[in-house]
């Protein structure tokens, strides 16, 4: 049985769970769906209540049947190298790539329609309340008096992307930014705007969840920092214990969202207290294991074999 | 409680519903997300796990706490009416909207989640199998040769679109054509190609599903006709009783996919089976009303409003 993984040609965090995955004697089928159609072929069919399905490229051929779990790392956009691009064969290979492989029933990190959802920044906050995490006070507005309503209530506060990373090519990721005191949000009208109050934090906690195991690392953060993916202070990620209270929380989180994999970013403040962020279901690990040597491909590569965690 | 209807402007089915609505007695408000930002203002605020959200159009205010349900009928894209338009004013203003009304538990006909799932015509069919419809021999491929195999199988086909409507403004509903006896196929490697075995057919059955309510219609068709949407033979929708086990398969099919509405088209062939063909979940209402009387904005109505069934 075959894990397929659905990236991009360039990604060396797919590379490293490659490798543990031959390490583990499980095949592996990497596609990027951008070469579809073209370098990869895809047949399916339905006759009376059977499906089945294969995917072949080059001198690779994958059943659909005989998927052992599917991992969609960064996938580019159907049909994005073929020679004759148009929203409409885009449209078409999608759902016939997507559509058929729903159909297999196998086990997914992360299902696209799982993820689609816990994208949505405003409803990770909600989860977030709901599984037990300390949350920032937040807001999200397009009225100027309530933002600033909001600011004389909450006085230190940063604003922040809603969506993530800026459309473009290649997106742009923008940084959380302190507000002024002195601002007098009246351009809040023109697109609705996150604010949230200001953690001031001792240091910033990544924790990876891959399906049953948990990896904290923590970094040590001056607090005139508010965005520790934009500066390089020489500081370096360490492994972290984990507090029960966070480690249910997380599990409580993931059973909410129905994710298999999340990457939560946590704000530490001076007391201890690790406030929710955000959750990544795509986020990068591979600079974690870098610098913590925790084992976050090769438990990857467990769990879409189907094996035990090796830790 | 208020209704909440996101669709367009120009909406005669939604003025339906609406109408239902004030008749029931129950308070609506119908936005555009394409108003959002302008003529749209969203707040929402996160503090200590209690959420309060509202939105407002002109002097309506509605809060997200307070909502009855929520009806995605056709929704404009978020930012579209801007004045300075982007595609990151896009991103962030959909993640403001959808992102706030996923955290209030309200109900949704239909969740958008589910719906982006149910669109997923592959899916479709595997979910039609399981749900015990009885469903054409079906092919998606870009191989010729499998194709060219499927047609010496199951002789008369058809193929269609997988996606659905080309895209486009206004998007352009593409007909199920015949496939010729002769065909070669050696086209399919150009992008996934949908082949269907032919039902020939003496009917086209349209089942309405609104919450629990079925409400079946049945056109005679000639046999040559193969799409029924694009021919105009002056036959017309006349209600149809619905047998036993297509009602359990609806309710089948309804519960795996997590629909409050849809829209099942079926040909009826000469021994009256119904096949299924597919289930929009978001097909149109208001032409079946028209021709049969079945009250389907009624039921709609009354669904939003969780009030009973009134046939």
């Known amino acids: 049985m075959t894990v397929l993984i659905l990236t991009c040609a360039e990604d060396v ?39 089945h399905g294969h995917l072949s490229t ?17 996938p580019g956009q159907p049909a994005a190298h073929a020679t004759q691009q148009s929203a409409w064969l885009t449209a078409e290979s999608a759902q016939a790539l997507y559509g ?53 209530r909450h006085r230190d506060l940063v604003v922040k ?11 742009m990721a923008l940084p959380t930014t302190r507000v002024e005191p002195d601002a007098d ?3 809040v009208t023109a697109g609705p705007t996150l604010l949230q109050q200001r953690v001031p934090k001792r240091a910033d906690i990544r924790l990876t969840c891959v399906g049953d195991e948990l990896f904290a690392a923590r970094k040590l953060s001056d607090d005139k920092e508010v965005d ?34 999340g990457a939560f970013d946590f704000a530490e403040d001076r007391d201890g207290t690790w406030w929710f962020l955000e959750c990544n279901q795509s986020g990068q690990f591979g600079f974690i ?18 094996r035990p965690a090796p830790r």
């Open 13 to 51: 965090t797919a590379d490293m769970v490659v490798l543990a995955l031959h390490d583990l004697g499980v095949p592996v089928v990497r596609l990027d769906p951008a070469d579809l159609p073209g370098r990869i072929s895809l047949s399916a069919e339905y006759v009376q209540g059977d499906f």
């Open 161 to 171: 992307s809603i969506s993530g990373a800026h459309p473009g090519d290649p997106p």
């Open 228 to 261: 520790g993916r934009f500066t390089d202070d020489g500081a370096l990620w360490a492994p972290a214990g984990i507090p029960a209270r966070i480690a249910q929380a997380v599990r409580a989180y993931m059973s909410l969202t129905q994710l298999a994999y």
């Open 58 to 74: 080059g001198d690779r051929v994958v059943s659909m049947n005989g998927l052992r779990s599917i991992w969609v790392r960064r």
């Open 100 to 152: 058929t492989l729903y159909s297999t029933g196998t086990r997914w990190m992360n299902h696209p329609v799982a993820a689609e959802q816990a994208r949505r920044k405003p409803w990770q906050l909600h989860v977030a309340h709901h599984s037990g995490f300390a949350v920032p006070p937040t807001l999200i507005t397009t009225f100027p008096r309530i933002a600033r309503d909001f600011a004389a």
């Open 289 to 306: 294991e870098l610098e913590t040597g925790q084992p976050l491909a090769e438990n990857v590569a467990a769990w879409l074999a189907g």
């Open 185 to 187: 949000f009246a351009q």
